[in-house]
């Protein structure tokens, strides 16, 4: 397993804005990361994502590193900030914005 986590905080180090997804940007593969892609899509903010389904021992290697049970799992400037409920629910308040913002990520006015 070192060698997935070390993959997992390379990934979340060398990235502003990571999201692990079950499919692509372009196709995701389930609703739940669709919507976190329309949402960082929509604030035009740049991000790198790896495809779970491609990958089991990633796939299972994020839910221990994260201590997080589910997929879509976002990450800023190496911080985990949560699945598809907690980032809607950011991104309807406001903190989404803000935290992109105060993190140095460029967000689309």
């Not at 999201?19 to 995701?28: A, D, E, Q, S, V």
């Not at 329309?38 to 779970?52: C, D, E, R, W, Y």
């Not at 800023?76 to 900030?81: A, L, S």
Request: hydrophobic share 40%.
């Amino acid at each position: 397993m070192a060698a997935i986590d070390a993959r997992i905080q390379s990934d979340i180090d060398t990235n502003d804005v990571f999201l692990y997804m079950k499919g692509t940007p372009i196709f995701p593969q389930c609703g739940f990361s669709a919507r976190v892609i329309q949402i960082l899509t929509h604030m035009g903010v740049p991000f790198k994502s790896a495809n779970v389904l491609e990958d089991d021992e990633l796939r299972d290697g994020i839910k221990s590193f994260s201590q997080w049970p589910t997929i879509p799992q976002l990450y800023v400037k190496g911080e985990f900030v949560g699945g598809c409920d907690i980032v809607t629910e950011m991104f309807q308040s406001g903190e989404l914005e803000s935290l992109l913002k105060e993190s140095g990520v460029p967000v689309k006015a």
